[in-house]
């Protein structure tokens, strides 16, 4: 099942070309009172809520992808999780462009770890990126995103994908500098979600999509995450180790090499196999 938020937090199912807007089922979610879940509760009550979208799926109003402004298909996720350098095509390419690449920055992700971005800074794919400091290089970086579902501590590789709710397109935006990584790539609009959650189930295997990025007619990323330096469940298990993993938290893999900037009047286009594409204006 494919699930978007669009129009100002509704919630839909994507058939096709189409939205079914199965926003009714919301109602089926606990009503809170202060002080509110520090997860996403509808990622967290995704296993019960799915019946109820397949079943509104038959009479729900259908409108057309194109004519919806879609958000993060997580609202609310307590920790946006990155991993840095983890193709190692992409660390090639990082050791071998001093200028661009901050010496304190290129080391293997065992040696790195992992580091968080703010929630502040996410939108969803009908948003436009807008470049926040214009004198600073900024670039794109498309990411395989996960979208963890049930509360994980030490877990292991093995069993990790057992945690997953889905998969989604992640963009993480990045001035490149000698700043943290949290610094330089939390500005507002720059983690990217979307076009919507992909459930685990549909999905299937992780480890051998296809990735891409284009800026206007040039390609500038082409990868497969069989190529990640540690997979969707090493991740897991490495950050496990650091951080409970809740409902609704995102996990961005890591870019692959051919990273490179941007600038106000690009259009980005990236697509993941199994996802879908997305495709953003950039701006100032
Ligand atoms: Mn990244």
């Known amino acids: 099942m494919k699930i978007c938020l669009f129009n100002g937090g509704r919630v839909g199912v994507v058939i096709g070309d189409d939205v079914a807007d199965v926003t009714s089922v919301l109602d089926r979610l606990p009503s809170f009172r202060y002080p509110l879940p520090r997860n996403d509760v509808l990622i967290a009550a995704l296993p ?9 799926v ?3 109003p259908r409108i057309p992808l194109a004519e919806v402004l879609l958000e993060s298909p997580v609202a609310n996720p307590g920790k946006l ?5 983890n ?4 660390l090639d390419e990082a050791i071998a462009d001093e200028a661009t690449f901050s010496r304190a920055h290129v080391r293997k992700i065992q040696e790195t770890g992992l580091f968080l971005k703010a929630t502040s800074s996410l939108v969803g794919a009908s948003a436009d ?13 498309v990411e395989l995103a996960v979208v963890i ?4 501590k030490n877990v292991l590789a093995a069993d990790a994908l057992q945690y997953v709710a889905g998969y989604t397109i992640g963009l993480d935006i990045t001035i490149r500098g000698p700043e943290e990584r ?4 939390s500005l507002d609009s720059y983690s ?16 051998g999509l296809d990735l891409a990025l284009d800026v206007g007619d040039e390609p500038r990323q082409r990868a497969n995450t069989r190529d990640l330096i540690m997979n969707v469940g090493d991740l897991i298990e490495f950050a496990s180790k650091f951080y409970t993993l809740e409902p609704g938290d995102i996990l961005f893999t890591g870019t692959p090499e051919g990273v490179g900037p941007i600038q106000p009047g690009d259009t980005i286009r990236a697509s993941i196999d199994r996802i879908g594409a997305l495709e953003m204006a950039v701006t100032q």
Request: glycine share 6%; aromatic share 6%; net charge negative.
């Open 48 to 56: 019960t809520l799915q019946p109820a979208f397949e079943a509104a």
């Open 58 to 60: 038959v009479a729900a």
């Open 81 to 85: 999780i990155a991993a840095p350098v």
């Open 149 to 152: 579902g049930k509360t994980a």
């Open 192 to 207: 990217v979600l979307g076009p919507w959650l992909v459930t685990a189930e549909e999905l299937g295997d992780p480890s």
């Open 129 to 141: 990126i807008v470049i926040g400091l214009p004198d600073r290089r900024t670039d794109h970086e």
């Open 87 to 90: 193709y190692q095509a992409h």
């Open 182 to 185: 949290s610094l330089r790539k």
